[in-house]
């Protein structure tokens, strides 16, 4: 698809588990970023991939979340030991490298449609 | 306090009516002002763009960014039904990667 895929796009699990959420961004996008969305509330950063630069993972709220990122394809954040908290939508981007897109410096994030998180 | 505020809403306007949703925030570093527009269940998607200070047009939208106030607003002329969404501001510094701060999101019901 020309868009960004991520799956699953709805998940239920149990308080303590292990979660893996995946994201194929757009092909040829270099960058890519987690954000996190609670109910009601605007998006929260997460991590951001840059080509083999390495991640900037000032968002990760705790160690028990981890993304990962093989070269400019897919990436997959893992949450262990899930807590309530942790249930919220998450939304994966892509973009073309900040500041290189068609018209100077567009700011364009293209979100895929999100996986919806819900801790029991 | 929140780097980036937005009153959440929710706002509900008639057809035709115009619509302004607006942002403050404490950054001064700040350079680069977006509005995204989310609709129920999907991911945002980008709506207005700009620039330091200024306006900026774009068939019904309006976006203005005011650096001396903090203060960036969108305005939406003849509003209508399919303008019913969610509206995120997002704004990051000048130089700095993708990482967009956003704002809260404003909900709105646009009443044919």
């Known amino acids: 698809g020309a868009g960004v895929s991520q799956s699953p796009s709805n998940k239920v699990t149990e308080k303590g588990k292990d979660v893996e959420l995946r994201c194929d961004p757009i092909s040829g996008h270099t960058a890519l970023y987690w954000y996190r969305q609670r109910l009601g509330q605007g998006l929260e950063f997460l991590i951001y991939?840059?080509?083999?630069?390495?991640?900037?993972k000032s968002g990760l709220p705790s160690d028990r979340f981890s993304a990962e990122r093989t070269g400019e394809s897919v990436s997959t954040l893992t949450i262990q030991r899930t807590q309530q908290e942790d249930s919220a939508v998450y939304l994966c981007?892509?973009?073309?490298?900040f500041g290189r897109g068609p018209a100077p410096n567009t700011g364009e994030l293209f979100f895929g449609e999100g996986s919806r998180l819900t801790v029991l | 306090q929140k780097e980036v505020e937005q009153d959440p809403g929710p706002l509900s306007v008639p057809e035709g009516a115009i619509v302004s949703l607006n942002c403050t925030y404490s950054n001064s570093a700040f350079q680069y002002f977006m509005w995204y527009r989310q609709y129920s269940r999907k991911g945002p998607e980008l709506l207005m763009y700009t620039y330091s200070s200024g306006n900026k047009e774009d068939g019904r939208f309006t976006a203005q960014v005011d650096k001396s106030s903090k203060y960036i607003s969108l305005f939406i002329r003849d509003s209508q039904p399919s303008d019913s969404a969610t509206y995120l501001c997002a704004m990051t510094t000048s130089g700095n990667t993708g990482k967009l701060i956003f704002g809260q999101g404003t909900t709105l019901q646009v009443k044919p």
């Open positions: 991939f840059q080509g083999n630069s390495a991640p900037d």
């Open positions: 981007a892509s973009s073309t490298k």
